[in-house]
């Protein structure tokens, strides 16, 4: 089952505001919890990790910066 417009809009403002945040936190957490390794397998982690929580996440956000597909083609309206 497809997510609605309305809905793809508001969980990527989740996702964004609260959600991405969060993963932040918890992967400097988590690079912390370890001694801390050379700065380009430090560096390599951040990028890695910045880079993985997109993928999934992919289907979200596809279209959500574009007009609503169900809603009436007039946008003053």
Do not use: H
């Amino acid at each position: 089952m497809a997510l609605s417009y309305k809905a793809r809009r508001r969980w990527s403002l989740f996702m964004l505001l609260i959600a991405l945040p969060l993963y932040i936190v918890a992967m400097i957490w988590v690079i912390a919890q370890f001694d801390r390794p050379p700065f380009w397998v430090e560096l390599l982690i951040y990028l890695g990790s910045g880079v993985i929580w997109a993928f999934p996440l992919k289907a979200v956000f596809k279209g959500v910066g574009q007009a609503d597909p169900d809603g009436p083609d007039d946008p003053l309206a």
